[in-house]
């Protein structure tokens, strides 16, 4: 969709003053995030903890790695980090503007035939529920696209360091 095309000619671009609001309400929460701690629970099978602020998570592997299947994989996790997101800020974005969503629905899928190419393609269908108008509903589609975790995939130079700790020979 191009702005000033025939469909978007009667539709207001999102306020850039509420979108960055709520982009900085979300990044205020994430910012200072405690550390993911994940943890072997036994020594026979994959899964194991994932600890995470107060919460505690499950992960495995699936059955065609060797895995039990009684988690989330890490992929999935991924793939859930993505569509929570785009679910939440869609859900803030519509509250702080009065648009009378009542719920959202995000299903991702991916394609992780080209991964080892470097290649992961992620397929998201976005329902948004609600009495909504076509052009509170284009909104709020541009605004799922917006989301931190979508520029984080999609914009940012990530670096990632592994060190090996103090303790990692003693156990």
Request: with cysteine; aromatic share 8%; proline share 4%.
């Amino acid at each position: 969709m191009h702005w000033g095309s025939a469909r978007t000619k009667n539709l207001e671009r999102p306020s850039v003053g509420m979108f960055y609001y709520c982009m900085t309400v979300i990044h205020s929460l994430v910012r200072f995030a405690m550390p993911v701690t994940v943890n072997t629970l036994n020594a026979e099978n994959f899964r194991h903890s994932v600890a995470i602020n107060n919460h505690e998570l499950f992960t495995d592997l699936p059955k065609s790695l060797g895995g039990d299947d009684s988690a989330p994989s890490p992929h999935d996790y991924f793939d859930a980090a993505l569509a929570s997101c785009k679910a939440l800020t869609v859900r803030l974005y519509a509250q702080k503007k009065d648009i009378p969503l009542t719920g959202v629905t995000v299903e991702v899928t991916h394609d992780a035939a080209e991964e080892q190419k470097g290649k992961y393609r992620l397929n998201v269908k976005l329902t948004l529920k609600g009495v909504l108008t076509d052009a509170q509903r284009d909104e709020l589609h541009r605004v799922a696209d917006k989301c931190p975790v979508h520029k984080l995939m999609t914009t940012a130079e990530v670096s990632i360091e592994t060190t090996l700790s103090e303790g990692a020979f003693s156990q």
